[in-house]
């Protein structure tokens, strides 16, 4: 699994974004999806997964704004971010779910990072 994060970006409070991550192996299919972020100085968190078979977990402060899917014929997922507010600003990572289901939110289950697209939400 190689993964590249992209379409970040500045964009306005209240603004919509769509992430993506692409995966250039061949193993997209078989692995969980994770989005992750990390703010300057803050510590890398949680923001959405998606199993194999498309359940989808998320964190509070991103439920009923953030969506994320999948396409595996196309090998990549996607973070579809509604609402954006300035706390959102961070890198964005997308990463591969090497751990059992109950790690989901956990960052260290996750191996394979991509290299991460910033997100500015401006006020």
């Known amino acids: 699994v190689q993964l590249q994060a992209s379409g970040g970006g500045l964009v306005q409070a209240g603004d919509s974004l769509r992430l993506s991550c692409t995966d250039s192996?061949?193993?997209?299919?078989?692995?969980?999806m994770g989005w992750f972020r990390q703010a300057p100085g803050k510590e890398r968190e949680f923001v959405a997964a998606i199993r194999r078979g498309g359940f989808t977990y998320y964190a509070d402060s991103v439920k009923d704004r953030f969506t994320i899917s999948r396409d595996n014929a196309k090998s990549t997922a996607y973070l579809q971010m509604k609402g954006l507010n300035p706390e959102d600003s961070a890198v964005y990572y997308c990463?591969?779910?090497?751990?059992?289901?109950?790690?989901?939110?956990?960052?260290?289950?996750?191996?394979?990072w991509g290299q991460g697209t910033l997100v500015t939400v401006s006020s």
């Open positions: 990463a591969a779910h090497r751990g059992i289901l109950s790690t989901v939110r956990v960052v260290t289950s996750y191996c394979c």
């Open positions: 192996g061949r193993a997209f299919s078989n692995y969980g």
